[in-house]
């Protein structure tokens, strides 16, 4: 079955810029069914959506972060990626990768299969 | 602050059926489907409904979701210990053109 494996850096310097990627395994990333999700959680806080991509290139972002974010992908290596710039203490969080049906399958619109999350603390 | 509300805890005894609200606009909910997430602690949230009502497999048919308007619930009967977790409802929201998550609920289980 398709899982998902975040990995990066745990600390980064504020100002610096965060960068994760998110392997796929036990399935294409090149499949057309689906868009590419990174989901933030804030120490004790809720869900924040960041954005998606798909295999295309195309991506959508949470406005909140548009102007620092980048979501990348690289269908050879079937992974996809998140920079996020000019980090601060506010970005300390637990960064989900999380994969997200599109079209008329049954999960539509849901992350269905989520990584099991990787912590990143900002600070000096 | 989120633009689809839940309350910040709920609580029940085992065996009772308690209900967690979500609230949000025409702009979300209204116009959208919701999808209830079932967080257990120190884990990754877990999809529990999909499409206002639907479960997916493994999902014990305890757990259900309704719609109306812009306001959505996620019922759960026969409450267990097992089910003490943060429950997330989620939307895409049309004015953001982006995933919008209600701020969660924390379920204690007493």
């Known amino acids: 079955q398709v899982q998902l494996q975040e990995s990066g850096p745990g600390l980064v310097k504020p100002s610096q810029t965060l960068s994760l990627t998110c392997t796929v395994s036990g399935g294409s990333i090149s499949s057309g069914d689906y868009y590419w999700s990174w989901i933030r959680q804030s120490p004790g806080k809720g869900l924040e959506w960041i954005g998606f991509i798909y295999y295309s290139g195309s991506t959508y972002y949470n406005p909140s972060l548009k102007s620092r974010l980048t979501i990348s992908v690289d269908t050879s290596k079937n992974q996809f990626s998140l920079k996020l710039s000019s980090v601060t203490a506010a970005d300390t969080a637990i960064y989900y990768c999380a994969r997200y049906p599109y079209g008329s399958g049954s999960y539509s619109g849901a992350f269905d299969i989520w990584g099991q999350g990787t912590m990143v603390t900002v600070s000096s | 602050q989120s633009v689809v509300t839940q309350p910040p805890s709920a609580s029940g005894t085992p065996g009772q059926r308690v209900t967690i609200s979500c609230s949000g606009s025409s702009s979300n909910i209204g116009n959208n489907y919701v999808f209830w997430y079932q967080q257990l602690p120190g884990t990754a949230p877990k999809l529990l409904i999909y499409?206002?009502?639907q479960r997916p497999s493994g999902v014990p048919d305890r757990f259900s979701g309704s719609k109306s308007g812009t306001s959505a619930s996620l019922a759960i009967s026969g409450l267990r210990s097992e089910d003490e977790a943060d429950y997330y409802c989620a939307a895409w929201d049309n004015s953001l053109s982006g995933q919008v998550f209600g701020g969660g609920t924390k379920l204690t289980v007493v």
């Open positions: 499409r206002n009502n």
